[in-house]
């Protein structure tokens, strides 16, 4: 299985991006994906999650109204809209399937 993350950079406090996770290899359309984030010092991190069908999300408290996941199961795609950033948000994100993780992708929330 591959997991491909993209979409991470510099962004100043207050802006928006859109992380994309692409799977391959994988059953995709089956299995819940999550979205975790590290940052340095700071233990892995789960901050939102999707089921299968797309029917239900869940959030971390910290990002709670500002981060949305979706997902495309015919692109095999996982998502994550980030919105209002802080420089709390810094940190490499992954996405994640059962033992599967990718690479991650850096976000730098600074000014």
């Known amino acids: 299985a591959q997991f491909v993350e993209s979409g991470g950079g510099l962004v100043q406090p207050g802006g928006s991006l859109r992380l994309s996770c692409t799977v391959s290899?994988?059953?995709?359309?089956?299995?819940?994906m999550n979205w975790y984030r590290q940052a340095p010092g700071k233990e892995r991190e789960r901050v939102a999650w999707?089921?299968?069908?797309?029917?239900?999300?869940n959030y971390a408290d910290s990002v709670k109204g500002r981060f949305f996941i979706s997902r495309n199961n015919d692109r095999k795609t996982v998502y994550l809209q980030m919105n209002d950033l802080k420089p709390d948000d810094t940190a490499v994100y992954y996405c994640?399937?059962?033992?599967?993780w990718g690479r991650g992708t850096q976000v730098t929330v600074s000014s």
């Open positions: 999707i089921t299968s069908g797309g029917s239900v999300e």
């Open positions: 994640n399937s059962l033992t599967y």
């Open positions: 290899g994988f059953d995709f359309n089956s299995f819940t």
